[in-house]
Every structure is written in C-alpha cells, then in structure tokens.
C-alpha cells in the first residue's frame, strides 16, 4: 500500500455496532480502496455507572467489558467486510468516551469517517453529540455518513 516508501494514509472510523456506524465503515472502505489507505475501525467503551450496568449479550456472559467490546467490533467488521481476514482494516477497542478516543486516533490520520448518530439520542436527530462534537474540533478532515434510512 506505500508508494516509494511511504507510509500509507489512514482513515479512522468510529464503530458502535449502530446501523450509521456500518454505513460509516462501508465509506470508510470505499474511500481507503480510492485512496490506497488503511482503514483504522476503532471502538470505545466505557465503564457503566452502577445505575446502567448494561445486561450482557448472548453468548457474552462473564466476558469483561473490553472483551464484549472487541466482539461487538469483530461482528461490526465482519458484517461490513466479509468474513476472514481483512488487510486494508486494523481493529482498535479503546477505553474511554467516544469522543475523546476517536479525537485521539484521528491525530495522525488523514480523514475521520463517523456515522450521523449512534445508538444514544432521539431517532428524529440529524447529527448526534459525538458526531458533532468530532466535526468542530478533529485534527483531520470529518466524513459524516448518514444512514440511508435517514435520506
């Protein structure tokens, strides 16, 4: 992917397992392919408060957070890309509040692809929180993707 031995770009992309997310993967994968790019898909968690302490998922029970998150990730790439490997893509749970990790990973990055909105908010919202946040202070250039069942 480097030319003349140069790094290539790369293209962040937050990832949630949200139906916007996936459009913003599906994006993020086309824009890598015209660019010759790495596509970084990354996902952040958070430690719940004792008064949100999510049930866990099917078949997840007794897996720590981060690890639920790294599945969560691994079943949001792989419905976008395929299964099996991916060697355009590199996976990356991090822990703390999404704004702040995808401002962190975009520090390098030469564009930063987001869904419109995630899982939280109210579903008549064009642009949620994160997404808005990430388009007034990133280091790099947004990408906002919309899902088409917003259009």
Known sequence: MARNGELPDVIVVGVDGSRHAGEALRAALRQ???????????L?????????????????????????AERRLDAAVE???GPGPQPRIRKRVLQ?????????AAQDAALLVVGSRGYG?????????????????????????RSHEDR
């Open 32 to 42: 890598a392919e015209l660019t010759d790019s790495l596509v970084h898909a990354v």
């Open 44 to 68: 952040a968690w958070e430690w719940p408060s004792i008064f949100s302490v999510p049930e866990p998922l099917p078949g997840q029970e007794g897996l720590s957070f981060e690890e639920q």
């Open 79 to 81: 419905d976008v890309a």
């Open 96 to 104: 703390g509040s999404p704004t702040q990790v995808l401002l962190d």
């Open 121 to 145: 908010g109210f579903k008549g919202i064009m642009l949620g929180s994160v997404s808005q946040h990430l388009a007034q202070y990133a280091p790099c250039s947004v990408l906002i993707v």
